[in-house]
Structure formats: C-alpha cells, structure tokens
C-alpha cells in the first residue's frame, strides 16, 4: 500500500466525525435562522446570556463582553448564526476545512470564555474544541469532501 492510500484511509476514518460536527453547526445555526423574528429573537437571547453569564466569564473576557458583545448584540447575533451555518457548510461538505474548523474553534472558544469554563473541563464545548482540532489539523476534507477534488485538480490549494 503506497502512502497516498494509507493517508486517505487514514482521513476517511474522520469522515463519521466531520460530517456529525458539520451537522451540529448547521442544526445550531439553522434554530436560529428559523425562529421567525430571528434577528430581534437571538439578540435579546444574547443579551440575557451574557447578562446572566457577565460574573462566571473570565475575567480578560469580560471588557470586551461589555464594551463590544452588549453595545452591538444585533450584529453578533446575526455574525454567530451565519457562522454556524457557514462552518457547518463548510466542515459537513469538507470545502476548506481547515479554514471552517478554525473559525469553529474561534466561536466555540469565545462561547466558553463567556461561559467562565475552560477547554480542559469535560463538556461538550471542548468536546467540539477537540474535534474541531483534529478535522482542521488532519484536513479531514480530503477524506470524500470537496478539498479532495480542489487538491487532485491542483486549482485551489489554500486552506486545504
């Protein structure tokens, strides 16, 4: 067995992994797409959030919680719902994973440092943390995804 098949068994082996983190992201995102008045909706739920998490964030964490989160809450909650959606997209078809596991791994550490708990406490948050780490830094695209078709036709090789 040559090396390039025992690395695209290898990243095939990632696939179950991909596509159910991809399919998280877009469930997350997609509820709150859905929800109707969405915008109006996810803001006042970001706010109570933060508002209700402000003493268990970390303390680095907080200034920019109250200085930026709370005075904008309506962009941010329009930039966490089409993110999740984007990253699911992006990691459940395996089109520049790396790239979309890095901005997941971004969205779900800003969400536990506004929570107040860390990446090595048992959870889901670092659950995702640590998937996201494997997708991006094993380029679990290129296991049946699109990254395997953009590498093989040489065209695109960034964040692939």
């Excluded at 994973?97 to 440092?113: D, P, Q, S």
Aim: some cysteine.
């Amino acid at each position: 067995m040559t090396s390039s098949k025992t690395h695209s068994v290898s990243v095939l082996c990632l696939l179950p992994l991909r596509l159910s983190v991809g399919v998280a992201f877009m469930v997350a995102g997609q509820g709150k797409i859905a929800a109707g008045n969405w915008g109006a909706a996810y803001e006042s739920a970001l706010l109570e959030f933060v508002s209700s998490n402000l003493e268990n964030a970390y303390a680095f964490y907080r200034p920019f919680l109250e200085s930026v989160i709370i005075p904008h809450a309506g962009k941010f909650a329009v930039l966490v719902a089409w993110g999740e959606i984007l990253v699911g997209v992006s990691i459940f078809l395996g089109l520049f994973t790396r790239f979309g596991a890095a901005v997941g791994i971004f969205m779900v550490l800003n969400y536990t440092f506004a929570l107040g708990v860390g990446v090595w406490v048992p959870g889901l948050e670092s659950l995702f943390i640590w998937s996201l780490f494997t997708l991006m830094v094993c380029s679990a695209g290129r296991g049946m995804g699109v990254d395997q078709v953009l590498r093989s036709r040489k065209r695109i090789k960034l964040f692939t």
